[in-house]
Structures are given as structure tokens and as C-alpha cells.
């Protein structure tokens, strides 16, 4: 069965610290799809990031790195100089696409609180 | 402005009544959902829809309703039969032949007195 498991419920960082958000993924599909997305106080989800199991590549996009394992079933999210601005609560979520629609399993989420 | 509108945003009903919450997109996307969010957990989907008159249920479908009438609507009836209706609904949509980012509105928090 498909599961996305974030252990940290909560972190507190000071700005300009780095910060990295953990998720563990399990499934049996040998293809999926795996996502993080931002929900930041107004309560809307912004995607961050989606990547399939056959690119291992890791990922940079300005602050935002992302290094997927699949030897580990994880795909870790690290906010490098963390502004206030980073303050939201982060969902990893994970989909196999097998099914008849895009069923997208989502974690408990991290929120992430950056203190000036 | 492309995107997706909920309203209302915050909603307050009685215990015994039905209420409808709304979702409207111009984003063109023919893939549609409703998820439930409670504190400390994940999304939960409620309905989706991926063509106009048809739509399938989602894991925790109990007590609620939908129809997809028009591409760019799809509203969501929370029904008396809905045992703990307090939450924050959002809905999102999605381009067809996925899976792909998902695009989300603001929400809708019910409220149960």
C-alpha cells in the first residue's frame, strides 16, 4: 500500500539557518511520482516539485534542493538560508498513476515555522 | 486572472444541514478534486472528476455529494449524513493525463456549531 510518512511535525529555525524536511515513501509500483508542495498561511497549496522514480537526479532550484533516495524510499527537501517567508506547512506526496486516476497519497506535512 | 476560486471562504452551519461549497476554475483543466484537510494530517480526497457529468469517489466519500455539470465548476454538498463535517475543504484541479502538479484554491472553512 502506498504511504508517505513525515516524521517531523514541527521545526523552528532561525532565518538564514539551512533546514531540511524529511519523507519516507513506501509503495510497490516500480513507477511513481513523487511531489512537495507549500501551503503557507493563507492556506492555498503551491507546488514546489514533482519527480518520477527513474530520475534519481538531484534537484536545485535557487534556496529550494531536493535529493531523492530511492535506496532509502526518501525524498528530503532543504531550504538553504531559511527566510521568514519560508514559514508553511510542506506536504510530500507521492503517486503511482496506475490507477484509473492520478491518485495522490499525501503526507501529514511539516510545519515549518523560520523565526527573525 | 487564471486560477481557482472557493467561496465561501469561511462557512458556518448547524448541526442537521446540508450546505454546498463552491469551486469554480478558468484554468481550462478537465481533472478536478475535493479534498478534506484536518489538523496535523495530510489531504484526504473526498470526490474527483476528470470529464463534465462523471465523477468516481475517493476514500472518504461519506456524506458527501458532488456534480460536474460544467468544466469549470464542481461543488461539493457536505450532507447531514457527514458525521464530523469540521474541517478545511480544498479543491484543485489538474490537467488530464497526469500525474501532474496539482493546482489548489484558497479553501473553504466549515465549521460546525
Known amino acids: 500500500a502506498q504511504k508517505v510518512t513525515q516524521a517531523q511535525t514541527e521545526i523552528s529555525v532561525v532565518e538564514k539557518e539551512d533546514v531540511t524536511l524529511d519523507c519516507v515513501y513506501e509503495t510497490r509500483d516500480t513507477t511513481y511520482y513523487l511531489f512537495w508542495y507549500k501551503q503557507p498561511p493563507s492556506g492555498e497549496l503551491v507546488f514546489l516539485i514533482r519527480?518520477?522514480?527513474?530520475?534519481?537526479q538531484n534537484e536545485i532550484s535557487g534556496r529550494y534542493s531536493w535529493n531523492f533516495q530511492k535506496s532509502t524510499s526518501s525524498f528530503n527537501f532543504t531550504i538553504t538560508a531559511s527566510q521568514v517567508v519560508d514559514s508553511a506547512v510542506y506536504f510530500c506526496?507521492?503517486?503511482?498513476?496506475?490507477?484509473?486516476?492520478?491518485?495522490?497519497?499525501f503526507g501529514p506535512g511539516t510545519s515549518l515555522s523560520v523565526i527573525p | 486572472d487564471g486560477g481557482i476560486t472557493q467561496s465561501p471562504k469561511y462557512l458556518f452551519r448547524k448541526e442537521g444541514q446540508n450546505v454546498t461549497l463552491s469551486c469554480e476554475q478558468n484554468?481550462?483543466?478537465?481533472?478536478m478534486y475535493w479534498y478534506r484537510q484536518d489538523p496535523g494530517q495530510g489531504l484526504r480526497l473526498i470526490y474527483y472528476s476528470q470529464i463534465v457529468n462523471d465523477f468516481q469517489k475517493g476514500d472518504i466519500a461519506e456524506g458527501y455529494s458532488v456534480s460536474r455539470e460544467k468544466k469549470e465548476s464542481f461543488p461539493l454538498t457536505v450532507t447531514s449524513a457527514q458525521k464530523n463535517p469540521t474541517a478545511f475543504y480544498l479543491c484543485a484541479t489538474e490537467i488530464a493525463g497526469g500525474p501532474d502538479e496539482q493546482f489548489f484554491g484558497p479553501g473553504t472553512r466549515l465549521t460546525v456549531l
Open positions: 519527480r518520477n522514480s527513474f530520475d534519481e
Open positions: 506526496a507521492l503517486s503511482e498513476a496506475k490507477t484509473s486516476y492520478d491518485k495522490v497519497i
Open positions: 484554468l481550462n483543466h478537465d481533472a
